[in-house]
């Protein structure tokens, strides 16, 4: 467990209720500042604060902080960076300066808003108008006061490069022209280096990266593009920035930006299948879960439900589901109605470990019943449990694959694939030698992800996709780790300043 805690105030100045995450920090032992509204803490309230205290284990390299109520995290977000200790040094060659590169998406109009009116409606929420670096919209959309995020590099110097995927609901190619990037981490862990053209990475996932600035002295485009493999693409918008050289003149050496195609699912399964762990032979070694105490299948999907309220523009809405539960979100934060052992009317402790019926997920579902059940429904894991999580993409509402996040944990991903999970067949072909440890797993459109852990964290954590519009549909659910024996394996006590449930 770290030694390092750091704290900082989150204090609310609008009319909006909030509170703050810490993405991809584990907080062992210490759910009540994981922040998700409702989930382990109630909102703040406006005119209020809360002093959040970070627990840090062994994260480390790039994190990010975002707001977690609605679509807030649009607009208030950062990077979270921990450095190697003083007596500690890189797994790689030591760069010569980093960069922050923080990828987003840009509407004409305010997040809430949109979330708001698509909610309301039953409909899916509009696409962004436009992707930005840095809060840069690049020259590629014809605005009327373009600007466009510029990296100053000296020749021969080395780079790395802090890629954070904040974008509401697109997975995102990066590219610099000309340029080779090596990969040396992920999600806060590092891998082993390989070098690639591009990168691939989710909202909710971080990736460090390297570039020597080796090509002649000049500007060069840096640049992302949407991925998807949905029935409803976004916007095949490209966005800039430069890659400028000290010294450069004139124009960019090279303007060709070369991304794979925003629907290249090759590419996509290429790049994610090259990210393997690095710690194999250190010590101490990996700890992949061999023999698993707890097996869960999820499978995802969007749905509808009848929409009973005048501002419906049509008979049914849009939900997303885990296992076909569509999550609802209660009103006093489970945390705490689990912690006082209150948890009548919040939560039910009965999520399905399996999808209530089997059927070919990846097949035509043209006609299938799309109809979800609402609920909040927890899975509960004992302390120290081996456990073993499928995720099923399915076709249900038109498919596509999803960044799905875990809190309180880092877990190895130890396989995926095409098509319907096999039980008897897929297990073999599990990478339990070097797996990724990460916090956010890609769930291939048409296929499935597996990932493990052990349940070594009481508390209660949230797992949800990343894309904000499936998040605000439902497509979540919660998992509780029971206590421990002792009180090292217990949940730590909360602190006396937790914000109030309104009403209570």
């Not at 109630?42 to 975002?66: A, K, M, R």
């Not at 090509?215 to 916007?235: E, K, L």
């Not at 005048?310 to 006093?332: D, E, H, K, T, Y």
């Amino acid at each position: 467990m770290g030694a390092r805690v750091q704290l900082y105030e989150a204090v609310q100045h609008d009319d909006i209720a909030g509170r703050k995450r810490q993405h991809g920090v584990k907080q062992p032992r210490n759910p009540w500042f994981d922040g998700p509204e409702f989930i382990t803490q109630c909102p703040i309230q406006p005119g209020t604060n809360f002093t959040y205290e970070v627990i840090l284990s062994d994260e480390i390299g790039t994190l990010w902080w975002h707001a977690h109520s609605d679509w807030t995290r649009g607009s208030v977000q950062g990077a979270f960076i921990i450095l190697p200790a003083e007596n500690e040094t890189y797994p790689f060659p030591t760069p010569d300066a980093d960069q922050t590169i923080i990828l987003q998406s840009w509407y004409n109009g305010d997040y809430k808003q949109i979330i708001d009116q698509a909610l309301a409606t039953g409909i899916p929420p509009r696409q962004p108008d436009a992707y930005a670096i840095n809060g840069n919209l690049g020259d590629t959309y014809g605005c009327t006061n373009d600007t466009i995020f510029r990296m100053q590099v000296d020749y021969e110097k080395m780079y790395l490069l802090r890629i954070i995927n904040a974008a509401m609901n697109e997975q995102q190619f990066f590219s610099i022209t000309n340029h080779t990037l090596t990969v040396v981490a992920q999600d806060a862990s590092y891998v082993r280096r390989f070098t690639s053209d591009y990168i691939l990475i989710s909202p909710g996932q971080t990736m460090d990266v390297l570039v020597s600035a080796n090509q002649n002295v000049g500007q060069y485009y840096m640049a992302t593009r949407p991925f998807s493999d949905a029935s409803a693409m976004p916007p095949d918008n490209i966005t800039t920035g430069i890659f400028q050289y000290t010294n450069s003149e004139g124009g960019l050496n090279a303007s060709l930006i070369t991304l794979p195609a925003r629907d290249d699912t090759n590419a996509t399964n290429s790049f994610i299948s090259r990210i393997r762990n690095t710690n194999v032979t250190q010590n101490p070694p990996l700890n992949v879960p061999t023999g698993i105490d707890r097996r869960v299948f999820i499978t995802i999907a969007t749905n509808t439900v009848p929409c009973n309220t005048s501002q419906c523009l049509l008979p049914n809405r849009f939900v997303a589901s885990l296992n076909n539960v569509s999550f609802v979100f209660p009103r006093i934060d489970i945390l705490q109605a689990y912690y006082n052992s209150s948890t009548g009317g919040v939560f039910t402790e009965d999520f399905p470990l399996n999808p209530p019926v089997f059927y070919d997920f990846t097949g035509n579902l043209t006609g299938f019943n799309t109809r979800a059940e609402l609920g909040t429904r927890a899975v509960v894991l004992n302390y120290g449990e081996a456990v073993e999580i499928v995720l099923q993409a399915t076709q249900l509402g038109g498919g596509g694959s999803h960044p799905i996040h875990l809190h309180g944990f880092s877990f190895y991903r130890v396989g995926s694939g095409s098509g319907n999970f096999n039980n008897e067949t897929d297990p073999r072909t599990y990478n339990l030698v070097d797996p990724p440890l990460i916090n956010t797993i890609h769930v291939p459109g048409k296929g499935w992800a597996a990932l493990r852990f052990f349940a070594n964290n009481p508390g209660v954590w949230f797992m949800h996709c990343h894309f904000e519009r499936h998040s605000s549909w439902g497509m979540d659910t919660v998992f509780i780790v029971r206590n421990g024996t002792t009180t090292e394996t217990s949940i730590r006590p909360p602190p006396s300043t937790m914000p109030r449930c309104p009403g209570t």
